[in-house]
């Protein structure tokens, strides 16, 4: 991605992913401020005026930029929610921040990710699979086939909405590859 945000930003666009509306009563002139406050409950940003004014700097820049909508009903409460572009960048920001959780002991079963995307509709789609499976230290046995012993079935099936290849996607959970000395050693298994 070539536009970054910072941690605060972040933070209010997972929230709001999380959430889906936030709702803040408020009369006052520094609304942002309650809304910032009640969108993100880490206490780190409330300790002083400049952490409240960089969350509202953040509300503001996502407001501009489209990524959230705040609206006024007519009880005086506030609503804030994410635009589409909004959820699309919150789904950017997850595809930056994927890792596979390596579990403290391993469930000795491989996870194996086969794909068969056409070449002609989803090259594009279909590189940017090889080079994520890669950051996230999976193996590659053959040039369509990936192995992680390490649950990674949400990861791989997030990929697939992204990139929209559902349909030439497979996982294999195997409890055997034969000669898995080689994948043991690189996952250091062993």
Same mark, same amino acid.
């Given at each position: 991605?070539?536009? *970054? ?9 997972? $929230? ?20 910032? *406050? ?9 300790? &002083?005026?400049?952490? #409240?004014?960089?969350?509202?700097? $953040?509300?503001?820049?996502?407001? &501009? &930029? ?77 040039? $369509? ?9 949400? #990861?791989?099936?997030?990929?697939? #909405? ?12 195997? #409890?055997?590859?034969? &000669?898995?000395?080689?994948?043991? *050693? ?5």
């Amino acid at each position: 991605m070539k536009e *970054r945000y910072n941690i605060i930003t972040k933070e209010i666009l997972s $929230s709001l992913a999380i959430a889906g509306i936030i709702m803040v009563a408020s009369t006052s002139p520094y609304f942002l401020i309650n809304i910032a *406050r009640a969108v993100i409950k880490n206490k780190k940003y409330n300790r &002083n005026k400049n952490n #409240e004014q960089r969350l509202v700097g $953040s509300l503001r820049r996502l407001k &501009n &930029n489209h990524l959230v909508i705040i609206k006024e009903k007519s009880d005086g409460k506030f609503v804030l929610e994410l635009t589409k572009e909004g959820k699309k960048k919150v789904e950017e920001i997850q595809f930056d921040n994927m890792k596979i959780k390596k579990p403290k002991v391993w469930d000795k079963k491989w996870r194996i990710v086969i794909f068969d995307i056409p070449e002609k509709q989803r090259k594009r789609a279909r590189d940017a699979l090889r080079e994520k499976l890669q950051k996230l230290g999976f193996y590659q046995l053959q040039k $369509s086939v990936w192995v992680c012993p390490y649950p990674c079935e949400k #990861e791989i099936n997030f990929l697939c #909405e992204i990139f929209d290849i559902n349909p030439f996607i497979g996982i294999i959970i195997a #409890e055997k590859i034969y &000669n898995d000395i080689k994948l043991k *050693r690189h996952f250091q298994l062993l």
